[in-house]
């Protein structure tokens, strides 16, 4: 059997992003892989019949993702978000004020310890300010109380009140609230919100995140869509609690049919046998991913493929309905 071959074209390192990343998706490597995601992100956009789900691990908010992430929501380049607790504790630090700064990996650790510095990697910031943060959540917590109700709510509720608080600033978090996109938390007690809810709950405070009910609603969400999208920054929990939402679903006889488009920015192998590097060649045989379905994994680190491609798509001028979750 012969093949079909098309002659691989240089990159051309002038014009705008946009132009760029469509010129790489014509390359080679982990550039061509970047490129190509950016096509597929547009493809998922401009098909009306499409819900967009976006998966969101790793520090991305202590590294400077945040606006990144506003724009996506601001534009409805994605319809719900899954989370770690974390990107959003440091969301709202950020939008109450608390920042991060440009530091080292190279330090005694042991010295910042002593100054009350926490590292990220190359990033500092102060413990005390995360530990007022941690009060703040507390007193939220005190302020809707008693409540029984899905992470998406609570999170909901968080992001109306930081508008409230504190106007003049915005965030991730404030911003798909406003815009009515989900932000789903399934690890919630796996960050300083968690360690916020605690301190609530030993005052007596009344407040239980169901995660079941997250489970449900963000499964609802794939039941009743036509078509379903992923884009998954880094993989873990939030990677894992979209692709199960397939198998849920086909459980309740609602088979959806698996995702029909799929974007992963990752640098985990697939070889080591981790859900952060499985490919969505293997998610087909678990009915996760559609086997028809356009998809493509680069392995590359998400603070440098995000920020290329949140520009490619606002450059491409990709335009999308605006559809409130209720």
């Not at 028809?292 to 798509?313: E, G, M, W």
Request: hydrophobic letters at 40%; charged letters at 25%.
């Amino acid at each position: 059997m012969g093949f079909y071959m098309k002659p691989r074209e240089a990159v051309v390192p002038f014009g705008n992003i946009a132009q760029l990343l469509k010129s790489m998706s014509k390359s080679g490597f982990q550039g061509r892989k970047l490129g190509e995601s950016v096509e597929i992100w547009s493809q998922m956009i401009r098909d009306p019949d499409c819900t967009i789900f976006l998966g969101l691990s790793g520090a991305m908010i202590p590294a400077g993702m945040q606006q990144c992430l506003i724009e996506l929501v601001r534009r409805h380049y994605v319809d719900a978000v899954v989370s770690t607790g974390a990107n959003v504790f440091h969301d709202i630090c950020e939008h109450m004020g608390v920042r991060h700064y440009l530091g080292y990996h190279h330090v005694d650790d042991h010295k910042l310890f002593e100054e009350g510095i926490d590292r990220i990697y190359d990033v500092f910031a102060y413990e005390e300010e995360f530990r007022d943060v941690d009060r703040f959540i507390a007193r939220f917590a005190e302020g809707i109380a008693p409540f029984r109700g899905s992470s998406r709510c609570f999170v909901e509720k968080l992001g109306r009140m930081l508008r409230v608080e504190r106007p003049g600033s915005t965030s991730f978090t404030s911003a798909a609230a406003e815009e009515g996109i989900p932000i789903f938390v399934p690890a919630l007690c796996d960050s300083s919100i968690g360690i916020g809810l605690v301190i609530a709950r030993r005052r007596g405070i009344e407040v239980e995140v169901d995660q079941i009910a997250d489970t449900d609603e963000i499964t609802a969400m794939v039941e009743e869509a036509k078509k379903t999208g992923v884009v998954y920054i880094g993989g873990g929990v939030p990677k894992n609690f979209i692709q199960q939402t397939q198998i849920i679903a086909s459980i309740h006889e609602k088979h959806p049919g698996g995702h029909a488009y799929a974007i992963q920015y990752t640098t985990d192998a697939p070889h080591w046998g981790g859900l952060s590097g499985c490919t969505f060649e293997e998610a087909i045989s678990w009915g996760k991913e559609a086997p028809d379905c356009s998809r493509v994994q680069c392995f590359c680190d998400a603070t440098i493929a995000l920020p290329l491609v949140t520009a490619a798509l606002i450059e491409r001028g990709e335009e999308r309905r605006r559809e409130e979750f209720s």
